[in-house]
């Protein structure tokens, strides 16, 4: 046994008094990590929306200036559109 009954009992209790405080007054440390997970949130939105607009703008700027057929996709190599070659009917 590593811990005699009465230091077992003796770090059980400390434990349970430990978490009762936590409980009942939360450390500024805790809000200050959902606050910062609010933020990452915001940030990844954020970054989510500015990459839509930067596929419709190359999307629209695709379809002025060429008769391809683009498709917004991520890729693997960090292109915002994608060509697409359409299926041809065999004669």
Known sequence: KAFPNKARVAILAELAKERRR???NPS???S???SRANLME???TAEQQHIAAQQRAAL???HAH???FFVTQDSSFGNLI???LPR???H
């Open 28 to 30: 500024p440390a805790s």
């Open 66 to 68: 060429s008769s391809g």
């Open 60 to 62: 629209q700027h695709a």
């Open 42 to 44: 915001f940030r990844d």
């Open 82 to 84: 994608l060509p697409v």
């Open 22 to 24: 936590l409980i009942r």
């Open 32 to 34: 200050i990590s959902l």
């Open 88 to 90: 041809l009917e065999p």
